[in-house]
Nanobody, 121 residues
């Protein structure tokens, strides 16, 4: 199992920013696709971004495109999700997952603890 640890969540006002981190200590993240996912209260978990190794590109769900940016820091073996112009509907628990690349609703899977993001005035 490829274990990762998410961090960086918090509470921000609408329009604010947060940067989430996804770190691994037992394997090298840059060898894998890394997906970012979130689960809002009462809703299905959904994929919002994926850093792909094939082609080296990053894809985003329409709901976050232009506001969120995923990136890698290979020296730190960490993946980031920079979230700007946050909206209340971005509230949820955010997860990263190696080898899982999907946009939209996703069922099942093996998830870590995630990090809570709350956008509220």
């Amino acid at each position: 199992q490829l274990q990762v640890v998410e961090s960086g969540g918090g509470t921000v006002q609408p329009g604010g920013s947060l940067r989430l981190s996804c770190a691994a200590s037992t394997f090298t993240l840059d060898k894998y696709d890394i997906g970012w996912f979130r689960q809002a209260p009462g809703k299905e978990r959904e994929g919002i971004s994926c850093l792909r190794t094939s082609g080296g590109d990053t894809i985003y769900a329409d709901s976050v495109k232009g506001r969120f940016t995923a990136s890698r820091d290979n020296a730190k073996n960490t993946v980031y999700l920079q979230m700007n112009s946050l909206k209340p509907e971005d509230t949820g628990i955010y997860y990263c997952a190696p080898r899982l690349c999907a946009l939209g609703p996703i069922k099942g899977g093996d998830w870590g603890q995630g990090t809570q993001v709350t956008v509220s005035s």
